[in-house]
């Protein structure tokens, strides 16, 4: 049974760090590219970032570049999301995922919330 859970969200000032977790299990981790993706008040799901399975290659939506970080540790089955310079438009519910769109396997999310 596949299972994902995000953990690492919280509330942070404008300009503020958050590190995020996703521990994974039930499926082999390392053969699969995976996700983060966010559910925002304004645009709803989206793709932030992306992370072959080695970790060799590592994509992100436009708006994220240079903020932020994907990482994974396959040695421990975790996918990681190192998130600096956090802006208002970062607020929302994050997911880790191993599914294309609509993505339909993913945790409960974690609640990142920046203020100013």
């Not at 519910?93 to 990142?112: A, H, I, L, M, W």
């Amino acid at each position: 049974q596949v299972q994902l859970v995000e953990s690492g969200g919280g509330s942070v000032q404008l300009g503020g760090s958050l590190t995020l977790s996703c521990a994974a299990s039930g499926f082999f981790f390392k053969r699969y590219y995976m996700v983060w993706i966010r559910d925002t008040p304004d645009k709803g799901l989206e793709w932030v970032s992306g992370i072959t399975s080695t970790g060799a290659e590592t994509y992100y939506t436009d708006s994220v570049k240079g903020r932020f970080t994907i990482s994974r540790d396959n040695a421990r089955n975790v996918l990681y999301l190192q998130m600096n310079n956090l802006q208002s438009d970062d607020t929302g519910v994050y997911y880790c995922s191993k599914d294309n769109p609509p993505y339909s396997t993913r945790g409960q999310g974690t609640q990142v919330t920046v203020s100013s």
